[in-house]
């Protein structure tokens, strides 16, 4: 058994900045692919940063230049750092990650969802 657990969501003005984390435990071999997918009320969870284990990133159109995504695959961590945030930021984001168990299948984990609000 695997799970993801988000941290470092809160509230935040216009124009500041969050770290988000998320960190992988349990029975964990490796993991591949991770990304940050934001939820906002009443819309569909969107793609907005993936990270291969070899570091190379993509980023969605609207955080380009804004947000930075990173990981440390020794901790089974990734990172979302954020800056210039804008209120349209508002959102549960949610953690994904193809991790590999110790008994061989690559399992697809969400994590819980960590909220950042972004006040006007």
């Known amino acids: 058994q695997v799970q993801l657990v988000e941290s470092g969501g809160g509230l935040v003005q216009a124009g500041g900045s969050l770290r988000l984390s998320c960190v992988a435990s349990?029975?964990?071999?490796?993991?591949?692919?991770m990304g940050w997918y934001p939820q906002a009320p009443g819309k569909q969870r969107e793609l907005v940063a993936t990270?291969?284990?070899?570091?190379?990133?993509n980023y969605a159109d609207s955080v380009k230049g804004r947000f930075t995504i990173s990981r440390d695959n020794a901790k089974y961590t990734v990172y979302l750092e954020m800056n210039s945030l804008k209120p349209e930021d508002t959102a549960v984001y949610y953690c994904?990650?193809?991790?590999?168990?110790?008994?061989?299948?690559?399992?697809?984990?969400w994590g819980q969802g960590t909220q950042v609000t972004v006040s006007s």
């Open positions: 349990g029975s964990v071999f490796s993991i591949n692919g």
């Open positions: 994904n990650a193809d991790i590999r168990i110790l008994s061989g299948p690559v399992v697809p984990t």
């Open positions: 990270i291969t284990n070899g570091g190379s990133t």
